[in-house]
C-alpha cells in the first residue's frame, strides 16, 4: 500500500473538511486550539505559531492545506447591525498566519474558506458555493457540489445525520463543511482516483 497523500486542516473545528478527505484515503492533520471530537489526527495549537507548524512540517509533501479561520467578527461586520455601529476592525491575525503557512509549507493545493464578509477584509473569493467562500487554488472546484446547492443552502440532503435547518440550530455544527465539498475537492486532488 502507498503513501497516503496528506490534508492539514487549519482551524478544524468538527472537522467537516477532515471527513471528506478521510473517505478520500488522506491522512488528515487538524491544528484548533480546542478539541471538538475531531476524526482526524489532532494537533492542540494555534495557528498563528507560525514557525513552529513550519518546523513540523518542513520537507514533507503536503498535498492539501486547508484553512477555515473563525468568521464571527467578519461576519459581524456583514449583518446591518454591524455595518451601522463602530466596531473596531476585526483581528485578521488567523487569515493572515493561515496565508502565511500556505506560502511557506508550499502545498500542492491550498484553500481558504470563509463567509461573504471576509471579502471586504481579505479581497474578493474567487469562488463560493452557498454561504461557503474561497481562496487559494480554487480551479479545482467549479464544480464541486454544484448538484447539491440551491440558492444559497444545501438542499435537503442529509448533512451528517441533519437535515439543513437542523444543522442551523448549532454554531459549531454551521461551520462545518458540507461532506459533498470537502470529498470533491480531495478526490479532485487525487485526480478522481
Known sequence: ?????????????????????????????????????????????????????????????????????????????????GRNRNLPPPDLSIFQACFELGRQLKPRVFVLENVRGAQRWIGRAPLHRGPYYFWGDVALMPMLAARHMKTGKLSNRLVGRQTWREHLTSPLERARIPFEISCGLAMACRGGQ
Not at 502507498?2 to 467537516?16: E, M, N, Q, S, T
Open 1 to 81: 500500500m502507498g503513501i497516503k497523500p496528506l490534508c492539514v486542516d487549519l482551524c478544524c473545528g468538527l472537522g467537516g473538511v477532515a471527513d471528506g478527505f478521510l473517505a478520500a484515503g488522506y491522512r488528515v492533520v487538524g491544528y484548533d486550539i480546542v478539541d471538538h471530537g475531531y476524526p482526524g489526527e489532532l494537533c492542540i495549537q494555534d495557528v498563528r505559531e507560525v514557525d513552529s507548524i513550519v518546523a513540523q512540517w518542513q520537507g514533507q509533501d503536503i498535498t492539501v492545506l486547508w484553512a477555515s479561520p473563525p468568521c464571527q467578527e467578519v461576519s459581524l461586520w456583514d449583518m446591518p447591525w
